[in-house]
């Protein structure tokens, strides 16, 4: 079912994927009809991505209030509307101003389809689940440049076919549900538990520990909070990385892909049209790799691969471009499939998955408007001034810049980006809100999802945890709610199969599991896991909570106002 979920939610990315496409091919038609300078074609190009960036000031706000679902149901809508209109055009301002209201529809869905599918995905799949989001950016993009083949310079029936993504969304996101963490942050529980039952199998297994992490969260936040250090470390992941994927260049490929095969020496229009379908062809293909690698290799593993790729990839344009020599157009084409797989598979999905996961729960929707909107100020940037500074400086010096800050991301990747692979969101924000450095932050060791040991009861989960609590430093403060704690631990998959894996440990060593009391040592490989584990819901518990004199509803609050101080 989860799957499912994360397909429908993903189509949000079709919405952005066919409009970035579809001007490739109408551009030339365009032209045509409008006599465009480049300042025009500037504008017109990146108007989607200045609306996108008023959508996305707003859709952190409206995904608060509306909730996610509803907040996908109004992008939808009006990205179904806004794509008529633009076909219906008939001078640029028109048709620049249908695109604003395309951007803003686009940037509301790009900040809360990542949003929701995070809310959903268990933390073993979660890089690979939001990464759909990317998948359909790719999907909407192809279909865009075959939709570009098929109608050729007929460019009203092209944008007019925008409206077909958006229907798509529309009607998957009426069928759903919203995310069981906004229902419980509405005090809406029985519907919270309903929502993971759908998802899980009739399972809602994971509610308390989602109510216990909300639990602090009672009050909305404010944008101050967004300015303090302990928030601060997130944002220079979020925001950096999106600046990072923006300044490669790579929108400025996907509009203008024609005219550089154009400048690389492919001279019929036709001709350029099918190379960049085969560009778009390789895009969908590496975002499928990337999503088969990013919960397997990790994050920052991914991130290096990516930005050596496109530096190199970069490079080879620059250099095939700068020099004019038809013996070195090869040399541009082979640079420009290099970069587009290198991106597609790593710099394309990654700022989508790690802003959905560095942020705390309480900012989490207003952290990713803000980190959203900087995304699409530098996509506006890049797209506007790409134009301007070819027909300045030339295809080759541009690219050779942009290969400058690929290899700039490497640095970046190594100095600020945090391993989020497998650590679950609640685990990520106790970490940042600790205060610790970020980019520290590594996935617990031995942490198993699935395991061949048998099932084990609840009573027996009870008595093991009850052993292991005694091993903590909470014991005292923790043991008078060991029943239900350990209801709670039996309950949750990943610490169900650690314990599933220590029981099975202990018989085949000792005869038995209950013997003698456990020791620190006897907890072997799971010892980091159930340790995490008991920390976490001691940070969470009311116990605490009234230990240092705080409410649940201003605990973060405070502590945040702290870190400000």
């Not at 404010?222 to 999106?242: D, H, K, M, Q, T």
């Amino acid at each position: 079912m989860i799957y499912f979920v994360a397909l429908i939610v993903g189509l949000a990315g079709l919405l952005f994927g066919f409009d970035e496409g579809v001007i490739a091919g109408a551009l030339q038609a365009l032209r045509a009809q409008f006599d465009l300078s480049a300042f025009d074609e500037g504008l017109m190009t990146s108007a989607v991505p200045l609306g996108a960036l008023f959508g996305a000031l707003v859709g952190g706000p409206l995904s608060g209030r509306i909730g996610r679902r509803g907040a996908l149901l109004a992008a939808a809508s009006l990205f179904t509307v806004g794509a008529l209109l633009a076909g219906l055009a008939t001078e640029v301002w028109m048709l620049t101003a249908c695109r604003l209201g395309l951007g803003f529809a686009v940037g509301v869905a790009a900040m809360v389809a990542p949003l929701y599918i995070s809310e959903i995905a268990p933390a073993n799949r979660r890089g690979m689940l939001v990464s759909v989001y990317q998948l359909a950016i790719t999907l909407g993009i192809l279909s865009a440049y075959l939709v570009n083949y098929a109608f050729d310079d007929r460019w009203r029936t092209m944008f007019m076919l925008g409206a077909v993504p958006g229907i798509a969304l529309l009607l998957g996101m009426w069928m759903l549900t919203d995310t069981p963490r906004w229902y419980l942050m509405q005090g809406r529980e029985a519907e919270a538990a309903d929502a993971l039952r759908r998802l899980h199998q009739g399972s809602d297994a994971e509610l308390p520990l989602i109510r216990a992490s909300l639990a602090e969260q009672t009050t909305p936040a404010s944008w101050s909070e967004l300015l303090s250090p302990v928030i601060r470390p997130a944002f220079i992941v979020g925001i950096g990385l999106f600046f990072l994927q923006q300044l490669s260049g790579i929108n400025a490929v996907i509009y203008y892909a024609p005219t550089v095969f154009q400048e690389a020496g492919f001279d019929l229009g036709s001709t350029q049209l099918m190379a960049t379908i085969g560009v778009g062809v390789v895009n969908v293909l590496m975002t499928l790799v990337g999503m088969a690698l990013i919960d397997r290799i990790g994050r920052r593993k991914l991130l290096y691969l990516g930005f050596l790729g496109t530096s190199l990839s970069l490079s080879l344009i620059a250099i095939g471009a700068a020099t004019g020599s038809k013996s070195l157009d090869i040399l541009a084409v082979l640079g420009l499939i290099g970069y587009i797989a290198s991106f597609a598979a790593s710099i394309g999905p990654l700022p989508w998955v790690m802003m959905a996961e560095v942020f705390p729960a309480r900012v989490r929707g207003l952290a990713m408007s803000v980190t959203t909107l900087s995304n699409w100020a530098f996509n506006f940037l890049v797209v506007f001034s790409f134009p301007l500074l070819v027909s300045t400086f030339g295809l080759g010096a541009v690219f050779g810049l942009y290969a400058l800050v690929c290899a700039a991301g490497l640095v970046f990747t190594w100095r600020y980006v945090p391993e989020t692979n497998g650590v679950t969101l609640e685990v990520i924000e106790q970490y940042l809100l600790s205060g610790k450095p970020l980019h520290t932050l590594r996935p617990t060791p031995h942490i198993q999802i699935h395991t061949d040991k048998p099932e084990i009861s609840l009573q027996v989960s009870i008595e093991l945890m009850t052993s292991v609590l005694r091993l903590s430093p909470y014991a005292s403060s923790l043991m008078p709610e060991y029943a239900h704690l350990g209801q709670v631990a039996h309950q949750n998959q990943q610490i169900n199969t650690a314990l599933r894996e220590l029981h099975a440990r202990l018989l085949m060593e000792n005869g038995t599991w209950n013997a003698s009391p456990l020791s620190l040592h006897a907890l072997g490989p799971q010892r980091e896991v159930l340790m995490t584990f008991i920390e976490h819901l001691r940070f969470a518990s009311s116990g605490f909570l009234a230990s240092v004199g705080e409410g649940p509803a201003d605990h973060v609050a405070r502590r945040i106002d702290r870190e400000r101080q």
